[in-house]
């Protein structure tokens, strides 16, 4: 129609009122139906100005349903005002109803509206109107109802509907995008309480709402109050939330406040953050959308500050051992950081919060702060330096690496001739793994280092706080230190004689801390790279590990000190002692100097400790004529070594003492002459003959082990008068009769392998020695064929080898013996055919 008849209108709205005054529950919803299809559906031309006639006298009438006992009746009329709003101009008197009506529905203290659907109606007609009237470009008609809407707001937020709570984010934020800073900021700290309230939801989409109505509403708060630090503190633990999509909205909310927010300047280093932490989230989607808006906040400061920043530019080239597959941020980006870095001391702080998550945090947030601001926060280094040490040796493994990153990245940014300073100085001052740790992986990752950086590091590495240290990672980073050692040596200004000494200095280290590893037995300790550490340096020295242990050996052997104390066999020293004698062994360059630090440990130190020393000496006795060189021209020749070695280490422990620990250390002392005889056997000849005098009571000592041994060496003793061999030789005949199996056999073995040397002035007393052995020959047969009877096979093998050898050297005495035993045997057949065995073929000497 094209003009509107008002009469036709009055009649309607009047029919229309009355209706919804009924007290008929469908009658009412049907008529809230038929007019919302009407206004939907109305294509007038001048329907705007029809639907706001019809409005003018419906809405009063309308707002009272808001408040109908029937949800179906309030439902209808919210979506009937919202389809008029929607198509009708915003007006003050319309804004200021329905704010008031809805704020007697949803801005009361206690909840009036029971309906969820209905309060999610509520505060989705308040976000319609401030969308249109923001729209319109009348936005300043809220300026008067701000009070109502706040209320509204903060009601919606504390609802226990997540969606209603959602709604009422996306509303304040629409506000915030229009509002006036000086009209809104009274309400802006109610508000922000309110959205805390959201920050632990257990959605997380709501999480995600509160987070960017924070945002938003941050723009317009009071810069100067508490609030905003508040606002810091409230939102910042969301960066470490387990859903990466809120802690990239946390990202947007610190790009919007670094682009938009009018102090952003004062707040720089509590936004910087909030940005910086999502460029090292584990979320690639994290990344990847806020590394552009970083950029645009760098491209933004830049232009800001073009005049300082782009002298800076032309200078502030990038590092020669920039780190891989790491951009470097651009001079906006390092600037803003740059100019931040009193926040450090905050970020280092947290990496001893007791939260895992929190530490891990921390050190990322650090690693970005280091990649932006470089060389600039070298004069940080020495406040943070204790906390990343600490923070090296975190017990759990993915907040240490992430410490060992930041270590290296330092390692590379900062100014080497500034920050190694500080270095030394923490090595010197804290003798820990976690310093060490933290000095290791900045100095092998600096691209500078001189010879008296390196020599320096040398000398302090072998005092005794570090290359004495008995912790198992600790001694791990030394030996990694040294190889990064090694290394930048090969780059460094030095004549020869410099890299000799610092050579030798490192192998010191190296081969103590070895040592010491060797001893603990640990397995957290990799022998493998104190190994490579030694074998680099006989590389670079051009000799052979053997070679390389002959000329420093001796220099490592003076730093085993305070062995005149009673210490037991886990003390320091003792483990140090130990470890070198079994990764070095016994070599001619350095055996006297190791044989007064033996007898200074045998004199003073407890049993255990003696009894751990002995027993590697016993070992490394084994390798004598492998590891003892061929002596030189001008030298003593090779026995006289071993003769000292003997008399000063091996004899004093032979002879019979009561007690335990002597009983062991005799032990010991049997086992390294048999070592000696086993290695050596033409040399140890030398200082068999003064020790045969002890053999006889070693042959019947109580301990097992020792007859054991010295049952193996009888069968070495050579080149003896009859007289010094007859003891010897029925101690070993009363062996025969020992209680272990083992070294019976032995014994039927050395039996048949003793053999004097016949000597004289006159032939009539070299016939007596004859005849004197040629009894003790007899002797034995008969106690071989006795044992021959016996049931153990290894018994039998034995003697029958023993018996050959006999029958061969002398066959009268054999076929008399044989002849004997056959008139007491009981086993008459048996011997019978030992003794054809044995005789056939024999020729008398």
């Not at 007019?35 to 409005?55: C, G």
């Not at 272990?740 to 014994?747: F, K, L, N």
Request: proline share 4%.
């Amino acid at each position: 129609m094209s003009t509107i008849n008002h009469e036709e209108i009055e009649e309607n709205t009047k029919k229309t009122c009355k209706d919804l005054e009924s007290t008929d529950r469908v009658h009412k919803t049907m008529t809230l139906k038929h007019m919302l299809v009407w206004v939907e559906n109305n294509s007038y031309d001048n329907s705007t100005e029809l639907l706001a006639q019809y409005f003018d006298r419906l809405y009063l009438h309308l707002l009272k349903c808001y408040h109908d006992r029937f949800e179906s009746v309030r439902d209808g009329a919210v979506r009937l005002v919202d389809a008029y709003l929607d198509r009708l101009p915003p007006m003050d008197f319309n804004l200021l109803n329905v704010v008031s009506t809805l704020t007697e529905r949803m801005g009361q203290a206690e909840t009036v509206e029971p309906s969820e659907e209905i309060r999610y109606l509520y505060i989705g007609q308040l976000h319609l109107m401030v969308r249109k009237y923001a729209k319109m470009g009348n936005v300043g008609v809220f300026r008067e109802c701000y009070h109502l809407v706040v209320k509204v707001l903060i009601k919606a937020l504390k609802d226990d509907y997540p969606v209603v709570q959602r709604e009422a984010c996306s509303t304040l934020v629409a506000l915030c995008r229009v509002a006036e800073t000086t009209e809104i900021r009274p309400f802006t700290e109610q508000l922000a309480v309110a959205l805390y309230g959201m920050l632990n939801h257990k959605h997380a989409p709501a999480r995600i709402s509160a987070v960017e109505a924070l945002g938003r509403l941050s723009l317009h708060m009071d810069a100067s109050a508490e609030s905003m630090r508040r606002l810091f503190g409230e939102v910042s633990p969301l960066l470490m939330d387990r859903m990466p999509l809120v802690r990239r909205e946390v990202g947007i909310m610190g790009v919007l406040m670094l682009m938009d927010l009018l102090d952003r300047y004062s707040f720089f280093e509590r936004i910087l953050p909030l940005v910086l932490c999502c460029l090292k989230d584990d979320s690639p989607d994290v990344r990847n959308h806020i590394h552009p808006l970083w950029v645009k906040c760098g491209k933004q400061y830049y232009e800001e500050n073009e005049a300082e920043l782009s002298q800076q530019e032309i200078c502030d080239l990038p590092v020669d051992n920039y780190p891989k597959n790491v951009k470097r941020p651009t001079i906006g980006c390092r600037g803003l950081v740059q100019r931040s870095l009193r926040l450090l001391t905050l970020i280092t702080r947290e990496t001893t919060d007791w939260k895992d998550n929190v530490r891990l945090h921390s050190l990322k947030l650090l690693y970005q702060f280091v990649v932006h601001a470089e060389a600039a926060m070298t004069a940080k280094f020495y406040e943070i330096y204790p906390d990343v040490s600490h923070a090296c040796c975190d017990s759990v493994a993915e907040v240490s690496a992430e410490a060992a990153k930041v270590a290296d990245l330092m390692g590379r940014l900062l100014c080497y001739d500034a920050w190694i300073e500080h270095g030394f100085d923490g090595l010197q001052r804290n003798a820990r793994e976690s310093y060490m740790k933290c000095f290791y992986y900045m100095f092998t990752a600096s691209n500078s280092a001189c010879f008296e950086h390196l020599m320096r590091l040398c000398k302090l590495l072998r005092a005794t706080e570090y290359s004495h240290t008995l912790k198992p990672g600790f001694q791990l980073y030394i030996l990694k230190l040294l190889d990064t050692i090694l290394n930048k040596s090969l780059e460094a200004t030095a004549t020869e004689e410099e890299l000799d000494e610092l050579y030798m200095t490192v192998y010191i280290v190296g081969i103590k801390v070895v040592a010491l590893g060797y001893s603990l037995n640990s397995d957290n300790a990799d022998p493998n790279v104190g190994q490579m550490v030694l074998e680099r340096i006989a590389q670079l020295q051009k000799v052979t590990l053997a070679q390389l242990h002959e000329r420093y050996f001796e220099m490592a052997l003076r730093d085993v000190e305070n062995l005149d104390a009673v210490l037991e066999d886990n003390a320091e020293p003792i483990l140090l002692l130990d470890g070198l004698i079994n990764i070095c062994h016994l070599r001619r360059s350095y055996l006297k100097r190791l044989i007064e630090r033996v007898k200074i440990v045998f004199e003073n130190c407890s049993a255990n400790a003696q009894i751990r020393i002995f027993s590697s000496l016993s070992m490394a006795a084994l390798l004598w004529s492998s590891t003892l060189t061929p002596p030189h021209d001008d030298a003593p020749d090779e026995p006289t070594m071993m003769k000292i070695f003997v008399t000063e280490i091996v004899e004093p422990y032979l002879t019979w003492k009561a007690g335990a620990s002597s009983e062991s250390m005799r032990s010991l002392a049997m086992a390294t002459l048999c070592a000696l005889a086993q290695s050596a056997p033409e040399d140890v000849l030398e200082v068999l003959p003064s020790l045969v005098k002890h053999m006889p009571s070693l042959l019947e000592d109580r301990n097992s082990n020792t007859r054991n041994y010295a049952i193996k060496t009888v069968r070495y003793f050579r080149g003896l008068s009859v007289e010094e061999l007859k003891p010897l030789a029925y101690a070993t005949m009363q062996r025969l009769d020992d209680p272990s199996a083992g070294i019976r056999s032995m014994a039927a073995l050395a039996v048949g392998s003793l053999s004097p040397i016949f000597k004289g002035d006159s032939d009539e007393e070299i016939q007596h020695q004859h005849e004197v052995w040629e009894a003790v020959v007899k002797r034995a047969m008969d106690l071989m064929l006795l044992y021959h009877e016996s049931p153990e096979k290894n018994i039998k093998i034995a003697v029958e080898q023993s018996l050959e050898k006999m029958a061969i050297d002398y066959p009268e005495a054999w076929t008399e013996r044989c002849q004997r035993a056959m008139a007491m045997s009981h086993q008459k057949d048996e011997l019978n055919e030992l003794y054809e065995k044995l005789s056939i073929n024999k020729v008398a000497p």
